[in-house]
Every structure is written in structure tokens, then in C-alpha cells.
Nanobody
Framework: QVQLVESGGGLVQAGGSLRLSCAASKSIFSISTMGWYRQAPGKQRELVAAITIGGDTNYADSVKGRFTISRDNAKNAVLLQMNSLKPEDTAVYYC????????????WGRGTQVTVSS
């Protein structure tokens, strides 16, 4: 059974930092581009950052220079280090696994709340 389990969300003041972690099933982690998405109230879910199996990264313009995504291959985990947080970063953050095998669909975690107070 494929699982993506997020942790690390919480409440932080503007300018602070949080680190999100997503533990994935090994079977999916090793064949997937891993990513973090977020959804704020009343808004569509959007890509925050993604990292390929080879380590190439992609970031939303709004988080470039502040967020860093990385893979911990030993733990089958993807991390999102979030610095200089802003109130507009407040959202539910979801872990995503996008297998490179076309026959497989995406997998999603249940989400973790990040709240940045001003």
C-alpha cells in the first residue's frame, strides 16, 4: 500500500522557518518525482516545489530563494525547508509523488497545515 505521510507543519510568526517532511513508501519514492503543493482557503492547489529522481528542482516564483526541497534517499523522504515565511504562505501543504511510469497515477498525502502569523 502506497503511503505519503507529511509532518512538520504548525504555527510560526512571519520571518520564521519550518521544515516539512514527507515519508513515502520505498516502492513509489524510487520511481517518482516528488513534490510539495499547497492550497489556501478559496484558492486552487498550486505547485510549491518539486524534485526529480536525479535531483533536479523546480520552484514556484513566489518561494524561490526562500524554500528548498531535497530528497533523503536513505529514508525515502522528501523535505521542504521553508525560511523567511510570509502570511501568504499560509495553506495546507500536500506531498505528491508523480511516478515516471506512465501507467501509474499520482499519489497524495493528507496534508499538513502551515499557518504564518503577521
Amino acid at each position: 500500500q502506497v503511503q505519503l505521510v507529511e509532518s512538520g507543519g504548525g504555527l510560526v510568526q512571519a520571518g520564521g522557518s519550518l521544515r516539512l517532511s514527507c515519508a513515502a513508501s520505498k516502492s513509489i519514492f524510487s520511481i517518482s518525482t516528488m513534490g510539495w503543493y499547497r492550497q489556501a482557503p478559496g484558492k486552487q492547489r498550486e505547485l510549491v516545489a518539486a524534485i526529480t529522481i536525479g535531483g533536479d528542482t523546480n520552484y514556484a516564483d513566489s518561494v524561490k530563494g526562500r524554500f528548498t526541497i531535497s530528497r533523503d534517499n536513505a529514508k525515502n523522504a522528501v523535505l521542504l525547508q521553508m525560511n523567511s515565511l510570509k502570511p501568504e504562505d499560509t495553506a495546507v501543504y500536500y506531498c505528491n509523488a508523480k511516478p515516471v511510469v506512465p501507467a501509474l497515477h499520482d499519489f497524495w498525502g493528507r496534508g499538513t497545515q502551515v499557518t504564518v502569523s503577521s
